[in-house]
């Protein structure tokens, strides 16, 4: 059996947010590791469709500490060039990454808490628990879901347009990775767009930059939410095919029959694949042991901090536990926090 390894932090997830949080845990001075599922650096952006894009060009996508360099050619980069500057970012800060290393349940032994993994057992004082959400897809309990006779996929599954060349195919939900694919879809497939309420688009000269900035004031309480603007950035592929009419959005359907979804009115679209762009749920299987939720099953937190245990904190899962907190130059200021929080623990 092997020995109990010892950090005074451990970190949980080696994408983004737990490399900002292994960049700071670093500059103070404490004994870490970081442990990651993943095969190979990247953190999920490794496994996003082929054309996807940032809504920011790259030196306003980047973690503390080393601008992302600009792509060639490209002023917004893809999940290429992001998993290339993350993979040279943990290696030029030596941060100690493990994987793969999948952590199955944390334990409190009294002094300590204690993380059962795959390949052994590691005890620290303290917890950053930053596995993001890729690994929970959400599926709504649309009524037919299960009648459907064609292809289902979430927009964790989707890869390419070409897939679906020829085909007619629905996409389910807006935000930016609803428009994003349903315009990448055009070029090949002809595509319904449905969507809970009517896309707003931010203005075309709004991208990445002013939404920090906006979650920046709202920190600071004197700023409107992002909300108030409009919840998708015209990124060049969606602004082609907006503008050229090919992203008229549907409202939701109100069930799915074997061969495609149907209408309040009557109306059916035969379609032959559905694409759920229906959002993630946060990876926290492994803390289940340790009793922090709360009512309605999320962990109540303050700032990055589990309210029923200040030695744990969660972080990079979107606003809940910080303003930009799952974006790239966001995750920096409340790994920041989170570590400052834990270094004063420590003490």
């Known amino acids: 059996m092997s020995a109990v390894r010892r950090v005074q932090v451990l970190v949980v997830g080696g994408g983004q947010a737990g490399l900002a949080a292994g960049y700071y845990l670093r500059r103070a001075g404490l004994d870490f590791a970081i442990l990651d599922a993943a095969e190979a650096p990247g953190g999920s952006w490794q496994h996003y469709w082929d054309t996807l894009r940032l809504f920011s060009p790259a030196p306003y996508s980047s973690l503390p500490g080393r601008l992302m360099p600009r792509q060639s050619g490209h002023e917004y980069p893809d999940a290429d060039h992001v998993v290339d500057y993350l993979a040279t970012y943990e290696k030029h800060y030596v941060l100690p990454v493990h994987r793969p290393v999948r952590v199955e349940a944390v334990e409190d032994v009294g002094q300590g808490l204690v993380a059962r993994t795959d390949s052994g057992m590691w005890r620290a004082r303290a917890l950053i628990f930053a596995t993001g959400t890729w690994a929970r897809p959400f599926l709504p309990a649309v009524p037919g879901r299960g009648d459907f006779a064609g292809c289902q996929l979430h927009t964790a599954q989707y890869r390419s347009a070409a897939d679906f060349a020829g085909q007619r195919v629905v996409v389910v939900g807006g935000g930016n990775s609803g428009a994003q694919i349903a315009a990448d879809l055009t070029a090949r497939a002809e595509v319904r767009w449905v969507t809970q309420r009517p896309p707003r688009y931010l203005p075309d000269d709004i991208d990445g930059r002013a939404l920090f900035d906006l979650a920046t004031l709202r920190v600071r309480a004197d700023g409107p939410g992002i909300a108030a603007l409009g919840d998708i950035v015209a990124v060049p592929p969606v602004r082609v095919a907006r503008d050229a009419g090919l992203l008229s959005a549907h409202p939701m359907f109100q069930r799915l029959t074997a061969s495609g979804p149907l209408w309040p009115d009557g109306t059916v679209w035969p379609c032959d694949a559905v694409i759920w762009r229906t959002g ?46 799952a974006t790239l130059i966001g995750v920096g200021r409340t790994a920041r926090t989170a570590v400052k929080e834990i270094q004063d623990l420590l003490r």
């Open 280 to 325: 993630f749920r946060p990876a926290l299987g492994p803390l289940k042991a340790l009793g922090l939720r709360g009512p309605g099953g999320r962990i109540p937190t303050v700032g990055t901090r589990a309210a029923r245990d200040p030695r744990i904190h969660l972080l990079g899962y979107g606003d809940w536990t910080g303003p930009a907190s």
